[in-house]
């Protein structure tokens, strides 16, 4: 595999740091660059009601002074706080919002941030955020749901090798036909 450097990003909960942990562990030449410890490391965050609060500008101002050669960037904030020159492929985690729901009640987060990052998942808002920092050539897509860490990790091996096995992703049809859209939205 070539030297690049590559984001993992998608909503909390969608398995970023399994992910990265597992590439990390197949080669140790990479070095992760965890987005929200840093920011908490330099003092970025403040307590807001649904938890932390970040300043991406101040944050990211602080990220381009750094050296990222060789890294694994991970965190949800990437699309805000890197450049596209940063970066050689974005891959953005997407997982079923049910499956989502789930794992944030485990984390015990509060209702109103479950249905905040539920809705962000279903309308692929990181996603979206991806393709307009980086572009669509360096944007891919995985779909985690109900794969294991290691069938996610081969499908971005085959990105990073051959710019295949991305997927498309939507959301907003399921919950549609489940008629559960304003389970989500407010409106
Ligand atoms: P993130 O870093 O995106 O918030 P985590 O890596 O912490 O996500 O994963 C969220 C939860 O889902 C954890 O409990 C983790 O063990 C579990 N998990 C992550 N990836 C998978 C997977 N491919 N299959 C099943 N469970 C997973
Ligand atoms: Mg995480």
Redesign the pocket.
Known sequence: MNCVNLVIT??????????ADLFIKQDSSYQIFDINKFAIEKEFGEQGNDGIEIDTVKLKDEIQKLNLDKSLI?G?LAPYVLEKSNIDFAII?RKNPYDLIE?YK?RKYQESKIKENAGSEILGIIANDSIASFGKEKSFEID?TN???EM?LEKIYNIIDNQKDADIVDWLRLVEEKNEISKFFDY
């Open positions: 998608g909503n909390p909960g969608v398995g970023k740091h399994t992910i991970v949800h985690l794992i485990k985690a794969k294991t860490p996610i």
